[in-house]
């Protein structure tokens, strides 16, 4: 029986990923840092398993990361683990530096000194490529990070390749574009958006309020996305991949459709921070723009070029970004 070793565990893709494994039969192990309370809902359904295993552990701590690893011997690990807001991490950039970098060193260095061979998936991401004037965006696309989420993601990046041509490590980076699921945390626009609009139609809110509205997304299904992260791991090279549905929606396009599925049909006046979206039937305005929402430097437009990982991987995204929102506002109506 193979063993999987995930950190970020509890988060949106550690979730599917650790149903994922267990349904190819691997004893699966998660990192989780101990807290006061317990933050593990997404994965609640799956402590019963006697096949799933959590351990206490944290990305900044060498020690307990070597302890874990050596204790449980892995045949795989999948680095999910990161302070994962870009917005946040203008505000908390030394911590996302040593989670999002060093953590990822930390592991691989841990790999390195292993007798047994362990193979190792970097969650990459799309904001690498920041503000790249090239598109869609592949794996041979200039990076261009706009954060100081994106700058730790690209040491993390470059440390897996370096890792593997020094050490012959089998690593391998997944630079996922946006992916979104019921699972996904309130603060990130996808759920604010379906969670405040659910709200203004039945009358509990009256205004969402964000921030950039023409910034254009890769969005697909989370669900979809942890299939390509084990395919990596089954090759016999290792190598980076693209992983998006080449599809590209912007905010404000994303708002506009989540009202239409609930029955709003929203017309757009306004520029800029005007900009309003007023419901066609009532005349109310019920979209505004605040700066506070507005990164200090924006990234415009990410769309993926996943070619690659059809032709290698056989791989494919099977869900819409209509589709998507389908099934984020069914989840959020159904259990609420």
Excluded at 21 to 28: A, N
Excluded at 115 to 128: C, D, G, N, P
Aim: proline content about 3%; some cysteine.
């Amino acid at each position: 029986m193979k063993k999987a070793l995930i950190s970020g565990i509890t988060g949106q893709d550690g979730s599917y990923l650790s149903e994922f494994l267990l349904s190819k039969k691997y004893e699966v192990h998660g990192i989780i840092r101990r807290n006061s309370s317990f933050s593990t809902s997404r994965i609640d359904h799956l402590l019963s398993n006697n096949k799933f295993k959590l351990h206490y552990g944290d990305m900044v701590d060498s020690t307990n990361l070597n302890s874990i690893v050596n204790k449980i011997l892995p045949d795989e690990i999948y680095n999910l683990a990161a302070q994962s807001h870009v917005k946040v991490s203008f505000e908390i950039p030394d911590y996302t530096a040593q989670v999002d970098a060093l953590g990822t060193l930390r592991l691989l260095d841990i790999i390195r000194k292993q007798k047994k061979t362990i193979k190792f998936y970097q969650a990459s991401t799309s904001e690498l490529y920041g503000n790249t004037k090239s598109f869609p965006q592949n794996e041979k696309t200039p990076f261009s990070p706009r954060s100081p989420y994106a700058i730790a993601k690209l040491y993390s990046y470059w440390i897996v390749k370096n890792y593997r041509e020094a050490y012959n490590l089998f690593a391998c980076n997944g630079i996922l574009f946006n992916h979104e699921s019921p699972r996904r945390g309130g603060t990130f626009v996808t759920k604010k958006i379906i969670e405040q609009a659910i709200k203004i139609k039945s009358g509990k809110a009256e205004e969402l309020i964000l921030g950039n509205l023409n910034a254009v997304r890769d969005w697909g299904y989370a669900k979809d996305y942890v299939e390509p992260m084990w395919l990596m791991l089954q090759k016999k090279q290792p190598d980076d991949y693209v992983i998006a549905t080449g599809i590209g929606t912007s905010v404000r396009e994303f708002v506009t459709k989540t009202f239409a599925y609930l029955g709003i049909i929203i017309k757009w006046r306004g520029k800029g921070l005007n900009e309003q979206g007023i419901d066609a039937k009532t005349k109310k305005v019920i979209v505004r723009i605040n700066k506070k929402y507005l990164r200090p430097t924006e990234v415009d437009k990410l769309i993926g070029n996943s070619s690659k990982a059809k032709k290698q991987l056989n791989w494919k995204p099977k869900t819409t970004v209509d589709e998507l929102i389908e099934i984020m506002i069914n989840n959020s109506q159904k259990n609420n």
